[in-house]
């Protein structure tokens, strides 16, 4: 009986699915990816071998070589309690609702809350301009506006927090954390300064941010004030 010769063709794949596959990916990732807001100061931290990194929720005091503060603190809505509390700490600082959405969406500052306005309307140019000519968040003992950020921060972030469902037993086990990140040049006493800050907050454990050591990432190092 004679074979059957199956005729020969060529294996094909059906790619369709494949490039649904891709745009669904590029279309995630441009609906979820955050934009890095322009940051007014570059501080290059010391080196340490820690690994730990910082958590999401967290307020940073960022100090560059001249000892200039600047102040952050993650979470949309909590930035957004943050202002209106400060707003009425400082009632000469009057901002419309539309500077209180974009302060919100801001990332680190370092204006004191007479200019605080203009730089939130203001845009890159301007906002270089006044980073450049600032002195950083006033924080002697006369006037000592970071003190009140550090504390208006704390019971913004509570307030939030409260109001999305966390409870106590939850906030203690994962709650605000504090970090200082100055630069590597920083005098000390500069550096102390924003420390006594804290402790005058009653603020006695944050963490010091460093470099990596053989690394461009950064980590942070524990600290305890007591």
Known sequence: MPKIKVPKSAP????????????????FFMLTAKFRNMEPIKADPPSSTSLTQLPEKVMLITIDTAGRAYFDISGRGVREKLIQRMAVRYPGMKLTAEQVENFSKMGTFGQPVELLAQYISGDDEQKEALDAAGKGIPLDSLNNQLGDWIQEGYYAFMDDATENGATKEELKENGLRYAIKADGN????KVEKVIDVFRDKQIFQFN???NLEGSEGTADANLDAH
Not at 186 to 189: E, I, Q
């Open 12 to 27: 094909s794949l059906d790619m369709t699915p494949m490039v649904d596959l891709a745009f669904l990916l590029v279309t």
């Open 186 to 189: 920083t005098d000390y006493a």
């Open 208 to 210: 010091m941010v460093t």
